[in-house]
Structures are given as C-alpha cells and as structure tokens.
C-alpha cells in the first residue's frame, strides 16, 4: 500500500527557510518520480517541482525557480522540498506526489506571515 506522510511545515517569516519531508513507503522508491506541489487558500493546487526517479533531473515552476530546492535520500525513501527565501504568496499545503500511481500525501500546512 502506497503511503506518502509529509512533514515538516510551520509558521514562518518572509525570508526565512523551512525544509519539508516526504517519506514514502509502499513502492520501490528508487524507481518512481516524485513531485511537490502546493495549494494557497483559494486556489488549485500546483506544480513546484518534481524529481526523477534516479534524482539526475529536476524541474522547478517558475513561482520557486532558485528558491526550492527538490531531493531525495534513497537510503530513507524519502524526498525533501528546501524552500528558502519564503514569501507571503508561499502559504499553502504542501503535498507530496507520487505520479506513477497518482498518490499523493495529506499535506503539511505552511504559514509565512510577519
């Protein structure tokens, strides 16, 4: 059975940094893709970045482009979404995304305020 538990959201301040985990179980992780994505209050939920299966290639929404950072660390089957330089617009639920099987984690909430 396919599980995605995603972690690591908080309150946080424009500016500031914050590092969301996804582990995964369930499937052969080495072998799968994975994606970021986030929904704001009030509106659908989007793409941030994705990830590989072997982690050699990344992509990233234009939104985040040299502020996320997508990785994996196949020994915890587990993939991270670094996130630094937050901005108000970043508030949302995070969600990890498992596209093979188009599964997706419960999300984690993320509040960047003053």
């Known amino acids: 059975q396919v599980q995605l538990v995603e972690s690591g959201g908080g309150l946080v301040q424009p500016g500031g940094s914050l590092r969301l985990s996804c582990a995964a179980s369930?499937?052969?992780?080495?072998?799968?893709?994975m994606n970021w994505y986030r929904q704001a209050p009030g509106k659908e939920r989007e793409f941030l970045a994705g990830?590989?299966?072997?982690?050699?290639?990344?992509n990233y929404a234009d939104s985040v482009k040299g502020r996320f950072t997508i990785s994996r660390d196949y020994a915890k089957n587990t993939v991270y979404l670094q996130m630094n330089s937050l901005k108000v617009e970043d508030t949302g639920v995070y969600y990890c995304?498992?596209?093979?099987?188009?599964?997706w984690g419960q999300g984690t909430q993320v509040i960047v305020s003053s």
């Open positions: 995304h498992l596209p093979r099987f188009g599964s």
């Open positions: 369930g499937f052969t992780f080495s072998r799968a893709a």
């Open positions: 990830a590989t299966s072997a982690g050699a290639s990344t």
